[in-house]
Nanobody, 115 residues
């Protein structure tokens, strides 16, 4: 059973940083590209960042490029998202998933950027 457990979100002031974690199970993590998505209520999920199976290739949405860094630890089946210079518009629920997408979604972790 594919599972994603996201954590690390919280309330942070503009310009601050957070590190998100995604612990996975139920599939061969090291053989999948991985993604981070975010969603604001009423909107569709937005692809934020992706990383190849071995971590050599990363890609970011224009809205986060230069501020967010996706990485992974294949020995620990864990995905990360380092978020720096956060802006209020980064406030959302953040989710991780495989690429291509799994039907399973975790509970997400809430990020709120506000002064």
């Amino acid at each position: 059973q594919v599972q994603f457990v996201e954590s690390g979100g919280g309330l942070v002031q503009p310009g601050g940083s957070l590190r998100l974690y995604c612990v996975t199970s139920g599939f061969k993590f090291r053989t999948y590209a991985m993604t981070w998505y975010r969603q604001v209520p009423g909107n569709e999920r937005e692809l934020v960042a992706s990383i190849s199976d071995l971590g050599f290739t990363t890609d970011y949405s224009d809205s986060v490029k230069g501020r967010f860094t996706i990485s992974r630890a294949n020995y620990a089946d864990t995905l990360y998202l380092q978020m720096d210079n956060l802006k209020p518009e980064d406030s959302a629920m953040y989710y991780c998933n495989t690429r291509p997408l799994s039907d399973s979604w975790g509970q997400g972790t809430q990020v709120t950027v506000s002064s």
